[in-house]
């Protein structure tokens, strides 16, 4: 696994290949398989995202009752013309919120690179892919490229909330989708890793406070700020603009920003929006069910 987007910027000088193909190499080695398998197993992931989205249910909501329908009131605005960031962005948050409604419903998701940001790269890849009609060979590629920036924060960081808050996991799914798509539309090595630091650096020092300790409230409208902000971060690389901090600066950096983070925003449901007197009498409700 590489350790920093640094070297995979150097790999693709020096061996004259592309990042998704790069990190693919990597993941053959580790898990001691051809590049035929592994990129069936990647492209098996990406179909299993589509599927997920596709088996939305409507009508469903959580056990909790605090998530579910939000998913159907987006759809129906978009195709009402009511939203004002137009019918792709609709897309893209309509999509963010259904994934994480499913996993809070107990439906099959991908955790990319968690269960509470499993609606991020979905809502990003499955919008891009049906706007600008790239291949699921094409998503594939782009979901390695996805793995590898995961991976280097992995290495540098932390992926889950527990550890270092929700920086860790939307910031992260965010940062892996804004590279991925960068990708998509032609950036190489260096342009990917600028694109995923901006992503992260937008979301620097972001609280995970679960509402009774349940990856609901706030999490899934969460999955809609990650999901945007790639876009938005994508499209700043591709008009000219660079982080002006190292990208794997900026990893490092959420991971000192995580360590300072007190335990009470870092998933344990005590703090933030769950210690709000509307936070605790949702916890309180719960647990009388």
Request: charged share 25%; glycine share 10%; aromatic share 4%.
């Amino acid at each position: 696994m590489y350790k920093s987007l640094e070297e995979i910027i150097t790999a693709e000088k020096e061996q004259n290949l592309p990042f998704w193909k790069l990190v693919m190499k990597e993941d053959c080695v580790e898990l001691d398989i051809s590049e035929e398998e592994a990129f069936d197993r990647m492209k098996h992931m990406y179909l299993v995202m589509k599927e997920s989205d596709a088996a939305y249910e409507d009508n469903l909501m959580s056990r909790s009752g605090l998530v579910g329908t939000d998913g159907k009131k987006v759809h129906d605005a978009r195709l009402a013309g009511k939203l004002v960031c137009g019918d792709f962005i609709g897309r893209v948050i309509e999509r963010a919120i259904k994934m994480g409604e499913s996993n809070a419903c107990m439906k099959r998701i991908v955790a990319a690179p968690t269960a509470g940001s499993c609606g991020v790269m979905p809502a990003v890849f499955i919008s891009i892919q049906e706007e600008k009609g790239y291949t699921d060979d094409q998503m594939t590629e782009a979901m390695f490229v996805a793995a590898g920036i995961g991976g280097v924060i992995a290495h540098r960081a932390f992926l889950a909330g527990a550890a270092g808050g929700c920086q860790a996991e939307i910031g992260s799914a965010s940062s892996m989708a804004a590279g991925a798509i960068a990708y998509l539309n032609g950036a190489d090595a260096e342009g990917i890793a600028h694109a995923a630091a901006i992503a992260m650096k937008n979301l620097l020092g972001l609280a995970c406070d679960p509402v009774a300790g349940l990856v609901e409230v706030p999490c899934v409208k969460r999955n809609v700020v990650g999901a945007v902000n790639a876009m938005t971060s994508c499209d700043m690389v591709l008009a000219g603009m660079i982080s002006k901090i190292p990208p794997d600066e900026v990893f490092d950096a959420m991971r000192a920003v995580g360590r300072n983070m007190p335990e009470n925003v870092r998933e344990t449901g005590t703090g933030g929006l769950a210690a709000t007197p509307t936070g605790v009498a949702m916890r309180e409700k719960i647990t009388s069910l």
